[in-house]
């Protein structure tokens, strides 16, 4: 069963902006945080931003801060990254991320989406 859900993706020319959406399943129980990696061709999947909780700071890759933002919404469960000033370095498979339970007995686990693609052209 999917436990996340992107959406949002897709071709944007250099400098515009895209916004990724992700909805947890109603099975997490709790969630500690989301977030966003994304994946390059022929790269190492590197993480892009991610909220712990609302209420604390978010954390930023450094090729990604003051262009990106991450919001989420603990009470629905969703994250979102918005992405202004896109550059063709952008492109990648993002993928939504969540650190949670799916068990009250259970342990914290990390949860992966299936990925939406990012394609910006120059």
């Known amino acids: 069963q999917v436990l996340l859900v992107e959406s949002g993706g897709g071709l944007v020319q250099a400098g515009g902006s895209l916004k990724l959406s992700c909805a947890a399943s109603?099975?997490?129980?709790?969630?500690?945080?989301m977030g966003w990696y994304r994946q390059a061709p022929g790269k190492q999947r590197e993480l892009v931003a991610v909220a712990p909780t609302e209420s604390t700071a978010t954390y930023y890759a450094g090729s990604v801060k003051g262009r990106f933002t991450v919001s989420r919404d603990s009470a629905k469960n969703t994250v979102s990254l918005q992405m202004n000033s896109l550059k063709p370095e952008d492109t990648a498979v993002y993928y939504c991320?969540?650190?949670?339970?799916?068990?009250?007995?259970?342990?914290?686990?990390?949860?992966w989406g299936q990925g939406t693609q990012v394609t910006v052209s120059s």
């Open positions: 991320y969540a650190v949670g339970r799916v068990s009250i007995l259970g342990n914290p686990d990390s949860y």
């Open positions: 109603e099975r997490f129980v709790s969630i500690d945080a």
